[in-house]
């Protein structure tokens, strides 16, 4: 599932091809995917010109001139593809239609953006642009983890009495948006804060450490999708996925990477999710 690095590695790789380009030809082929498309989508969109493309948590949004901005959300396992675009470094050939490409979007730069779902989790949407933060899937999120309304003292106030566990706090979308399971547990690690520490009894300096710690996880992670991919796309045009090293994360039993320290990474649920730790380093 695509947490918010590989979302913004997927809205940089698909910058070059959509921003400041217009629309000639918008292919839908289904009614719907997680929930229905808005009505008319493809009349809507054709001959639109995105005029931006921006990133609120996991949903991509792309202005467009007419007014309306386009929501993409990938869901679990939505995947985006730009070929033909000749503003790239390396061009990609337009690859033959698959099973479960859904959308289709033919740019007037000779670029096409094809939306790929097996699972059809992902969805689309088109909303009023003067109106974005409004939206039912965006009113309640939280501030962005790297926006300036994101500082010591907002997460000092949001966890302050909680009797949650500091790991179930920081999953909460409400608090900070964009966070998943697998940020959330090397942020802790990095901490040195244990999962399942109740929120509201971290001492205020620690709770002030993880606003850097988070920030500093998130951006290594979309540097090393930078670095990793051409253009943020994979050999054949794929958008957003790459190949990252965890501290903890999928490490169940095998050795902590702190130096000198000589405990296994262990692994728990909570509320269904596995959380990676070093119970000896994070206390
Ligand atoms: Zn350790």
Same mark, same amino acid.
Request: charged residues 35%.
């Given at each position: 599932m695509p947490e918010l690095p590989e979302v913004e590695t997927v809205r940089r790789g698909l910058q070059s091809a959509?921003?400041?380009?217009?629309? %000639?030809r918008a292919q839908v082929n289904r009614p719907d995917l997680r929930w229905p498309f808005p009505e008319r989508m493809a009349e809507r969109l054709t001959g639109a010109k995105v005029t931006q493309l921006r990133r609120r948590s996991k949903y991509i949004l792309a202005d467009l001139d007419r007014g309306e901005t386009l929501l993409i959300h990938l869901g679990m396992s939505g995947r985006m593809t730009v070929s033909g675009d000749p503003l790239g470094q390396f061009a990609h050939d337009h690859p033959q239609a698959e099973k479960h490409d859904h959308v289709v979007f033919d740019m007037d730069n000779g670029a096409r953006i094809t939306f790929n779902d097996p699972r059809r989790f992902g969805a689309m949407d088109l909303l009023p642009s003067d109106n974005t933060e409004t939206h039912p899937l965006i009113a309640k999120l939280g501030p962005e983890p790297l926006g300036n309304d994101f500082h010591e003292s907002y997460l000092a106030e949001r966890l302050?009495?909680?009797? %949650?566990p500091i790991k179930s706090a920081l999953l909460d979308q409400r608090i900070v948006a964009g966070l998943g399971n697998i940020y959330v547990c090397e942020t802790l690690f990095r901490a040195g804060i244990?999962?399942?520490?109740?929120a509201g009894a971290i001492s205020e300096t620690r709770v002030h450490s993880l606003v850097p710690i988070i920030r500093q996880v998130l951006q290594e992670a979309i540097e090393a999708g930078g670095s990793s991919l051409r253009d943020f796309r994979q050999a054949d045009g794929e958008l957003g996925y790459f190949q990252h090293t965890f501290?903890?994360?999928?490490?169940?039993?095998e050795p902590c990477k702190t130096p000198d320290c000589t405990n296994k990474i262990s692994r728990i649920t909570q509320s269904g999710r596995s959380s990676f730790y070093c119970a000896q380093c994070q206390r």
């Open positions: 959509m921003e400041g380009a217009t629309i %000639t302050a009495g909680k009797n %949650t244990a999962p399942k520490r109740k501290d903890v994360y999928g490490r169940e039993g």
